[in-house]
């Protein structure tokens, strides 16, 4: 059975950091590019990054560019995002996403940026 598991969401001020996990299970973790996307209140969900099955190259929304490093431990079967510089319109539920034909997704982990 194919799991994904977020964590490490919760609040922080703006300007402030987060990491992310999201630990996998189920599936062959190194054999798949992997990532992440949130939704937004009121919003569609929305990409935000990718990284390759070697973790050798990463892609970026624009708006994280910067500020969010996507990577990963494929010893460990776990997928990270790593995000500073943290602003208002990140508040979001992150959601990790294994691509393919059987796509999967994660439950989400809520991060809120707020004073």
């Known amino acids: 059975q194919v799991q994904l598991v977020e964590s490490g969401g919760g609040l922080v001020q703006p300007g402030g950091s987060l990491k992310l996990s999201c630990v996998t299970s189920g599936f062959v973790f190194r054999d798949y590019g992997m990532s992440w996307y949130r939704q937004r209140p009121g919003k569609e969900r929305e990409y935000v990054a990718t990284?390759?099955?070697?973790?050798?190259?990463?892609y970026y929304a624009n708006f994280v560019k910067g500020r969010f490093t996507i990577s990963r431990d494929n010893a460990q079967s776990t997928l990270y995002l790593t995000m500073n510089n943290l602003k208002p319109m990140d508040t979001a539920v992150y959601f990790c996403h294994r691509p393919g034909t059987e796509p999967a997704w994660g439950q989400g982990t809520q991060v809120t940026v707020s004073l």
């Open positions: 990284i390759t099955v070697s973790g050798n190259s990463q």
